[in-house]
C-alpha cells in the first residue's frame, strides 16, 4: 500500500504542471484600486457621506460579519452601512478608518482582485478632543472593475487584537 502511494505521487507530480510563482500586482493596478476604493472609503468615513460608501460598493454585495456570524446583501445591507454613517453624524460625533494592506492577487485580465489587511477604526465623541483609535479589524474584500471603476463586492472582516505599532509595520498603509 504504502509504495502504492509513493507511486501515485510521483505520478501526480509528472502529469501536473509546475507550480508558478505568485503573480506581480502592478503599481498601476494598486494605484488605481487604491483612488477607486480605499481614498473614497476614507473620505466617506471622514465626512460621514452614505452615498459616497454606497457608490464605492457593487450593488449586489456580499458582507460577512465573522464576529457576528452574519452575511447581509445588495441593497439591505448597502442601507444599513449608510443608516450607520447618518447616525453618526446625526449624534454629533466623527469617525476615521485607516487601512493596512497585506496582499493583492489578481486575475489574469485585470478585472477582478482579492486584498486582504487591516483596518484602524477611529471615532471623536462628545467630549473628546480628536479622533481616538477605537480598534482593529482584519479584513478581505473582493474587489471587480466595473466600467472602468474599482467596486467592493465582497467584504469580510473581524476583530483582530493588534498593536498601533503592528499596523504602521505594513508595507501599504493608507490614511487621510
Known sequence: MKHSLVLLFFFCLSICPAQEGPIKVSDKVLESIKNDVWIPFMEAYDQLDSQKIKSIHTKDIV????????????????????????????????????????????????????????????????GDTSLVVRGYGYFNVGLRKENGTWEIWMDS???????????????????L
Open 157 to 175: 472582516d473581524k476583530h483582530i487584537d493588534i498593536s498601533e505599532d503592528d499596523f504602521n509595520k505594513c508595507e501599504i498603509i493608507y490614511k
Open 63 to 126: 458582507r460577512h460579519m465573522v464576529d457576528q456570524n452574519k452575511i447581509e446583501t445588495g441593497g439591505d445591507y448597502l442601507e444599513n452601512f449608510g443608516g450607520f454613517l447618518a447616525s453618526v453624524k446625526d449624534q454629533g460625533n466623527k469617525l476615521g478608518i485607516a487601512f493596512a494592506i497585506l496582499n493583492t492577487a489578481i486575475n489574469q485580465t485585470e478585472d477582478v482582485a482579492i486584498q486582504s489587511g487591516y483596518y484602524q477604526l477611529s471615532s471623536q465623541n462628545k
